[in-house]
């Protein structure tokens, strides 16, 4: 069965930091170009960041750039966002998604892909 589980999510306050993880399972980890994005309520699916296991490439948001941090342990299938430096403007449900490898780069193209697995979700809340 093919899982992306999401965790790590909360409340902090704003400055705050966590780390969100991604656990994937029943499917090959490295194929995949595999990334976060978030939705606030009545906002648009906003992509932050996305990594590619092949090539080890990074991309991020402007919104984010400079305060996460992504990053892959390929040996446990996950992959990490850590976000530091934390604003209420950051408050959404972050989820995970994966694409094939051979569908996109790890680029702004990542974030317009049909995801061929996506999870299911965590909320994150920044107080002010």
């Known amino acids: 069965e093919v899982q992306l589980v999401e965790s790590g999510g909360g409340l902090v306050q704003a400055g705050g930091s966590l780390r969100l993880s991604c656990a994937a399972s029943?499917?090959?980890?490295?194929?995949?170009?595999i990334g976060w994005f978030r939705q606030a309520p009545g906002k648009e699916r906003e992509g932050v960041s996305c990594i590619s296991s092949s090539d080890s490439s990074t991309d991020y948001a402007d919104s984010v750039k400079g305060r996460f941090t992504i990053s892959s342990d390929n040996a446990k299938n996950t992959v990490y966002l850590q976000m530091n430096s934390l604003k209420p403007e950051d408050t959404a449900v972050y989820y995970c998604?994966?694409?094939?490898?051979?569908?996109?780069?790890?680029?702004?193209?990542?974030?317009?892909?049909?995801?061929?697995?996506r999870g299911q979700g965590t909320q994150v809340t920044v107080s002010s």
């Open positions: 998604a994966a694409v094939f490898m051979t569908r996109t780069y790890c680029n702004g193209a990542f974030y317009g892909a049909e995801a061929d697995y």
């Open positions: 029943g499917f090959t980890f490295d194929d995949y170009v």
